[in-house]
T-cell receptor
Framework: NAGVTQTPKFRVLKTGQSMTLLCAQDMNHEYMYWYRQDPGMGLRLIHYSVGEGTTAKGEVPDGYNVSRLKKQNFLLGLESAAPSQTSVYFCASSYGGGPSYEQYFGPGTRLTVT | GNSVTQMEGPVTLSEEAFLTINCTYT??????LFWYVQYPGEGLQLLLKATKADDKGSNKGFEATYRKETTSFHLEKGSVQVSDSAVYFCALSDLPGYSTLTFGKGTMLLVSP
């Protein structure tokens, strides 16, 4: 049982390039989330999904797109990377909604945009 | 909107010292409160939680009590260890349908032998 995994672990992009971050979970969780972590800012929610085929915007969605074609995968896309998107990205999942359900986090992807 | 305020770090302690990390919140409803811990190079892990006023969450020697009257959820441990060195995040969730979390900025704890 791997839990939540993220690919890749590190990436360096040039401004304007695109990329996709992959999150996979093997816990049959309905809910999945993408956060970014910046120094002194804590974690901020980018997008989330409450089930296969559904997505919703979080606190900081601009410049990102997501897709949840399969229940176990949640993809985060950057169509045209900007230096402001340099950050550590965390994926999380939970079995259900509401405070009774713990969010499980992946190890993170460190992205640098030059 | 919702917000979480934590004391700024780093908090530097010697092993076996008493730890308090302050957390206060602002929420429109009746939130659930959480403490997450992030060890170096890892993702976040849930440390403890409390879902209603006066509840006490506890785990691994850490405790926090949900104080509605002071809108606080301070993290405490009686005797810290070097292995407790990490970043601690206070968070809240108050949406009834979804478990989206609002995080504080995090407090780094450094424990020396």
């Amino acid at each position: 049982n791997a839990g939540v995994t993220q690919t890749p672990k590190f990436r360096v992009l040039k401004t304007g390039q695109s990329m996709t971050l992959l999150c996979a979970q093997d816990m049959n969780h309905e809910y999945m989330y993408w956060y970014r972590q910046d120094p002194g800012m804590g974690l901020r929610l980018i997008h989330y999904s409450v089930g296969e085929g559904t997505t919703a915007k979080g606190e900081v969605p601009d410049g990102y797109n997501v897709s949840r074609l399969k229940k176990q995968n949640f993809l985060l896309g950057l169509e045209s990377a900007a230096p402001s998107q340099t950050s550590v990205y965390f994926c999380a999942s939970s079995y259900g909604g509401g405070p009774s359900y713990e969010q499980y986090f992946g190890p993170g992807t460190r992205l640098t945009v030059t | 909107g919702n917000s979480v305020t934590q004391m700024e770090g780093p908090v530097t302690l010697s092993e076996e010292a008493f730890l308090t990390i302050n957390c206060t919140y602002t929420a429109t409803g009746y939130p659930s409160l959480f403490w997450y811990v992030q060890y170096p190079g890892e993702g976040l892990q849930l440390l403890l939680k409390a879902t209603k006023a006066d509840d006490k969450g506890s785990n691994k020697g850490f405790e926090a009590t949900y104080r509605k009257e002071t809108t606080s959820f301070h993290l405490e441990k009686g005797s810290v260890q070097v292995s407790d060195s990490a970043v601690y995040f206070c968070a809240l969730s108050d949406l009834p349908g979804y478990s989206t979390l609002t995080f504080g900025k995090g407090t780094m704890l450094l424990v020396s032998p």
